[in-house]
């Protein structure tokens, strides 16, 4: 019985397809209009042209039927009309029952053939030929039990139309699994782009967001700085009053232009590039960096030495920039008063080392506290990553903070 259950397996729904199979049972759900359409039609063909069959056999002179052997042949033949209603769920029994149902019934062989065709279709193809090699001996029997003798007359058509049935199931099987193919490919094409183009949107945003912490960061602070010195500075004269608002008034100048330019970006149409109305940093700006932040009151230990800076590359020099400004930001936030040490040093061919260190701040602070979004070192760890260079930063053995990369040049 081993080999009846492994055939079973093989013809049974859930083992032959798979759920998401086009032509699965399970898939089609509920009957649409048109399966309701197409049903009725396949129904009342079977039975209009079993019905002509039927009476060409009854009005064949040489081979005259009885009116039990009509009365039979009506009776089977109604019945696999009838159960191609249920062709769909059980394609294989109602297959089967037409082929058995037709060894005695002219009118059933239009339905033998349909029911043959919707098997090729809903299963694989071992059961359909199955069922059609049962439609030889079927015919062979059909016509000894209505009294012709030659019998192999019927076989050769008999086959032809069972293996034309077949075939035609299997072509609408394939072109069902080709669409459910095609369609699938596209949903998931559509979901990749939109994971893309969401990947992108992501990209976008948190290069904005570098971009904007990199050039406001630094400039807010230094207004906060100097406002901060004002509020506690009280025995200041007048001229530096005046000097410390006039520098107040210049940061918070080039902090409007930046972040202005920045908006620019955000509003330019997708392919229009708006040319930038800020310079970039370059190498030479670091000098001026370090100058503008020991106007707010730090104490910086500077000192550069690259040969060809003037000729470093563009990206280069942004880069450098960005990370001393950065360095120099968080010593104003949370080491205020403490001597800074800034060490850029570097040469074509051989690479470019920028150094900013720091001692702790010692004792409570005595001004509040500058806040921050606590991802500027992490932006400066993927600016390097992306220049292919390397950064460390964090306490070293002296307890200094050091903010230390090498970028190729």
């Known amino acids: ?36 359409s197409v049903d009725a039609g396949a129904f009342v063909l ?19 039927m009885t009116s039990g052997q009509v009365v039979t042949d009506a009776a089977f033949g109604a019945v696999c009309c009838i159960s ?49 090699a049962l439609f030889v001996p079927a015919a062979v029997v059909c016509s000894i039990w209505l009294g012709r003798t030659n019998t192999w007359s019927v076989m050769l058509p008999t086959a032809a139309l069972a293996a034309a049935a077949t075939a035609w ?17 596209a949903q998931r094409a559509e979901a990749d782009q939109l994971v893309r183009a969401e990947s992108a949107r992501l990209a976008e945003r948190t290069r904005i967001a570098r971009e904007m912490h990199d050039v406001l960061a630094h400039r807010i602070s230094l207004v906060a700085l100097h406002a901060g010195a004002l509020e506690v500075a009280l025995d200041l004269s007048p001229a530096q009053a005046r000097e410390s608002a006039a520098l107040l008034r210049l940061t918070a100048h080039q902090a409007l232009e930046e972040l202005r330019d920045v908006i620019g970006v955000l509003r330019e149409e997708p392919g229009q590039e708006r040319p930038s109305t800020a310079p970039q940093p370059t190498l030479a700006d670091i000098p001026r960096l370090v100058e503008e932040t020991r106007r707010s009151g730090a104490k910086i230990d500077f000192e ?52 900013v260190r720091n001692p702790p701040e010692v ?30 930063h964090g306490p070293d053995a002296s307890g200094d903070f050091v903010v230390e990369a090498d970028l190729p040049w």
């Open 304 to 355: 550069m030495r690259v040969d060809g800076a003037a000729a470093a590359p563009g990206p280069l020099g942004r880069d450098a920039y960005r990370i001393v400004q950065e360095a120099l930001t968080n010593i104003s936030k949370h080491a205020r008063g403490t001597l800074a040490q800034v060490r850029v040093a570097g040469a074509p061919n051989r690479g470019l080392h920028v150094c």
């Open 169 to 185: 199931g299997m072509f609408v099987r394939a072109r069902r699994q080709l669409l459910c193919t095609l369609r699938d490919r």
């Open 1 to 36: 019985m081993s080999w009846l259950r492994r055939w079973w397996a093989q013809t049974a729904p859930t083992a032959m397809l798979a759920p998401g199979d086009p032509a699965h049972p399970d898939t089609e759900g509920p009957r649409t209009a048109r399966d309701w």
């Open 46 to 64: 079977a039975a209009a042209l079993g019905a002509l069959i039927l009476s060409v056999s009854v009005d064949d002179a040489a081979n005259r």
């Open 84 to 132: 191609l209603w249920w062709r769909r769920r059980w394609p294989f029994g109602v297959a089967l029952v037409c082929v058995l149902l037709g060894a005695f019934s002219t009118f059933g062989t239009v339905a033998g053939l349909l029911a043959l065709s919707s098997l090729a279709v809903h299963r694989h193809v071992r059961p359909a030929l199955l069922v059609a």
């Open 363 to 392: 004792g409570a602070p005595d001004h509040p506290a500058v806040p921050g979004s606590g991802t500027g070192l992490l932006g400066l760890q993927e600016r390097v990553t992306l220049a292919n260079g390397v950064l460390v």
